[in-house]
């Protein structure tokens, strides 16, 4: 990068207005940055460039949680750098979860996100389950005023955020190296990275560890700061995406006498199917023909209902967790989404999550730089944590009912046929499955987070 050039979004250059002040060969740049706070030092030598920057808040991980709080302080006028060492095509291709809660709907639609998700999404205003041979519905919206939940990719939102995110023009970088945070407990802690010969060190006011479940955010605190609780579950998900109509209007929770399915879409033309197989289970063991015919064993139904077949054009395997690290904020680095909390998919809670913390998170920024409050960043684990806490315990509860588990009993699966009977037999029952998976609601209001409601 030249002297006076700062990152735009994907590694592109935006220019910086020149020198303001120059000594013994250093250049200190104030950037065309929207906010004002922002400026950026170009330390250079022969063989290496050094770009300093200040900003407000870095942001690691350029996911839903990373860019969505990214965008939410935006819109508040708070400054940020998001930082990500994959590709912008690797976050937008991953397929991944699906299921928006109502509040994620209208959390997006509120920030001005929402345009692509209310053409594309499909909202579901019920759900099936099924075991012994029968599908029941669910009917959400009836048992929650009206609340649904829409089916849009997780990487339609991401795609979405990024698009948002580069018409701000605030720095963006993906296929950043050797990501780093530092000095946390410091009132400027530092966000480091690389880029080809460009090393670049972000001085912040906080730093919002978004980086997902493997990244470097959590494991920076120090040892014995984090209560870590964890299950390990004993078997995955097989999930493929296959090129045919979904032969069913909504979703449908299977548990058959060989494991758990699951049926879902992306679109009117592209059917998502999941299996429970050993979590360790090697793909290609799995040839397509295989996978179908589980699918169908599985899910066909007693009144002849089946997933509609088609080519199969990508399949995976999931391992699946249930996982919190608290507190989520160690000095001035605040943890959100999967980094600080891992939830099996059943319930389809992760991203719902990831957006209900940096509801919460933007809510404390905004404080604090409106009014110099530091209240509801004393306040931000806590909050978080009451919310993830539930919803660990609906998705648990979930995957529990509908998952053949390889150390359970005779007695255990007459307990989850029971359940699953209660459950759809019983109104209390499904009112309150239907008030879970829709999402509870948010801790804090949109308003307090600078955001006027528009439904
Ligand atoms: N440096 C920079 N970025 C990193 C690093 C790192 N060392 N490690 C990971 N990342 C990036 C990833 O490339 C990814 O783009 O952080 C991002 C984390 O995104 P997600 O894993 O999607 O996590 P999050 O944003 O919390 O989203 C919540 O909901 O459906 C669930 O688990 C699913 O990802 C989902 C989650
Ligand atoms: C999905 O469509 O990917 C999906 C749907 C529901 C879940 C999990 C994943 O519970």
New binding site residues.
């Given amino acids: 990068m030249r002297l006076g050039e700062g990152a735009g979004c994907d590694g592109a250059v935006r220019r910086c207005d020149g020198p303001v002040r120059r000594c013994d060969g250093l250049a200190f740049h104030r950037t065309l940055a929207p906010d004002p706070r922002s400026f950026a030092l170009d330390l250079r030598t022969a063989d290496r460039s050094v770009i300093r920057v200040k900003t407000q808040v870095g942001i690691?991980?350029?996911?839903?949680?990373?860019?969505l709080l990214g965008h939410l302080l935006h819109l508040n006028g708070i400054d940020s750098v998001i930082?990500?060492?994959?590709s912008r095509a690797?976050?937008t291709d991953r397929v991944?979860?699906g299921v928006l809660e109502q509040g994620t709907v209208d959390l997006l639609n509120a920030m001005g996100v929402g345009a692509r998700l209310q053409r594309l999404g499909l909202r579901h205003e019920g759900l099936y389950v099924s075991f012994r041979g029968r599908r029941h519905r669910i009917n959400l919206a009836d048992l929650t005023d009206g609340k649904a939940i829409t089916v849009y990719g997780?990487n339609e939102v991401?795609h979405d955020l990024i698009d948002a995110r580069s018409a701000t023009t605030r720095p963006l970088h993906f296929e950043?190296k050797d990501?780093s945070v530092g000095a946390l407990e410091s009132s400027s802690p530092a966000l480091r990275?690389r880029h080809g010969d460009t090393e670049h060190e972000v001085h912040c006011d906080f730093i919002a560890g978004?980086?997902?479940?493997?990244?470097?955010c959590r494991p920076s605190i120090p040892a014995g700061v984090l209560n870590v609780y964890e299950r390990v579950y004993p078997f995955g998900w097989l999930g493929i995406l296959a090129e045919a109509p979904p032969s069913c209007d909504e979703l449908v929770y299977t548990l058959h006498e060989r494991g758990f399915a699951l049926f879902s879409m992306r679109s009117p033309t592209i059917t998502r199917l999941y299996l429970q197989v050993p979590p360790d289970e090697p793909i290609e063991r799995w040839p397509d023909e295989a996978i179908w015919r589980e699918m169908l064993t599985r899910m066909t139904t007693s009144d002849g209902w089946s997933p509609t077949m088609g080519r199969i054009i990508q399949k995976g395997v999931t391992p699946m967790r249930s996982f919190v690290a608290a507190p989520m904020r160690h000095g001035r680095l605040f943890l959100?989404?999967?980094?600080a909390h891992?939830v099996p998919?059943t319930g389809?809670k992760?991203?719902?999550?990831?957006a209900s913390d940096v509801l919460v998170l933007a809510r404390a920024l905004k404080a604090y730089y409106e009014r110099g409050s530091t209240e509801w960043l004393d306040e931000y684990s806590d909050l978080c944590l009451r919310r993830v806490w539930k919803a660990q315990r609906f998705s648990w509860w979930m995957t529990s009912t509908l998952h053949r588990s390889p150390d359970e009993n005779a007695f255990d699966h007459q307990r989850q046929i029971a359940d699953l009977d209660y459950l759809t037999s019983s109104r209390a029952a499904m009112a309150s499955l239907a008030e879970q998976y829709v999402g509870l609601p948010a801790e804090v209001s949109f308003e307090s987070a600078g955001l006027s409601v528009r439904r």
Avoid: E
């Fill in positions: 690691v991980g350029a996911g839903p949680a990373g860019l930082v990500d060492n994959r690797y976050v991944r979860a997780q991401v950043a990501v990275f978004c980086d997902g479940f493997h990244g470097i959100a989404g999967d980094a891992i998919p389809a992760g991203l719902n999550l990831a």
